[in-house]
């Protein structure tokens, strides 16, 4: 069989996964604090003892899009969102500090903070943040939690907590399949960042994701193109391999 095949294999291959990351960032387009994922592969000649005339495609390292979405103005004292660079702390899965820029809080019935992903959310010491019943809430720009107790009058505010806000480099940072972030070289999470105080939120804001329908679409059909092209070449090379042992059997 002709190598060809294979070229034009891994090139199909890629192009599937270049689809599957648009499609994702596709279906996120109104997750709030979405970050769209980049996907990139090149040409990689095949080297040994003999001329490197054959290149496959290699994937390369996936990236993130960390620029801000926009934010979005709700009026719900519980939703916050972080001006300009940070993350909030948040609890995975695996119960490990993860970070996500989430802001959409809601407070359960045991007075457990969450974010709309379901995600605990973590105070300044790095422990679940929970409130005490309260009739009014008020999350200040450093993420300072304060409310009003009930049956206080209007200006008897007690402070009850703080949200964790990290700032790590983002060159740094990693999306984890839960589609929360992690440093890369602490994967696992065994090592939570240090809080920043330098890190600012937004009362009654949410940002919304940074994806892109319209460029999300234009990349798909553009791949979907390059996917039907690298079949063609595939067929292709499969009728010349055929044909030549055609040859092969009538000499």
């Known amino acids: 069989m002709d ?14 996964l270049s689809q599957t990351a648009h499609s ?4 996120n387009a109104n997750t709030t604090g979405f970050k769209a994922d980049w996907e990139q592969a090149r040409s990689m000649p095949v080297f040994g003892e003999f001329y490197p005339s ?10 993130t899009d960390f620029n801000d979405g926009a934010l979005d103005a709700t009026g719900n004292p519980l939703d916050v969102a972080i001006a300009g660079d940070g993350f909030f702390a948040v609890q995975s899965d695996d119960g490990n500090e993860a970070y996500s820029r989430r802001g959409d809080l809601f407070v359960d019935q045991l007075g457990q903070v969450f974010n709309g992903d379901n995600k605990p ?40 907590g703080q949200l964790k806000l990290v700032n790590p480099d983002y060159r740094t940072m990693s999306k984890t399949t ?3 972030f992690r440093p890369t070289q602490d994967l696992a999470g065994n090592q939570p960042l ?16 940074n994806v892109s329908a319209v460029t999300e ?20 090379a499969d009728t010349m391999s055929q044909q030549s042992a055609q040859i092969l059997r009538i000499n």
């Open 217 to 236: 679409l234009i990349d798909i059909l553009a791949l979907n193109r390059q996917y039907e092209m690298q079949i063609k070449m595939m067929k292709a």
């Open 54 to 63: 054959r290149a496959y495609a290699q994937s390369e390292r996936p990236a």
């Open 194 to 209: 240090e809080a920043d105080p330098i890190v600012e939120v937004r009362s009654g804001f949410v940002e919304q994701s």
């Open 178 to 180: 839960e589609g929360l």
């Open 121 to 160: 959310v973590l105070d300044a010491g790095g422990a679940q943040l929970v409130l005490p019943p309260y009739q009014s809430i008020h999350i200040a720009n450093d993420g300072t939690i304060s409310i009003r107790p009930p049956g206080a009058g209007p200006n008897e505010l007690q402070q009850v």
């Open 24 to 27: 994702n960032n596709l279906a």
């Open 3 to 16: 190598r060809a095949i294979y070229i034009a294999m891994t090139g199909a291959k890629h192009n599937m």
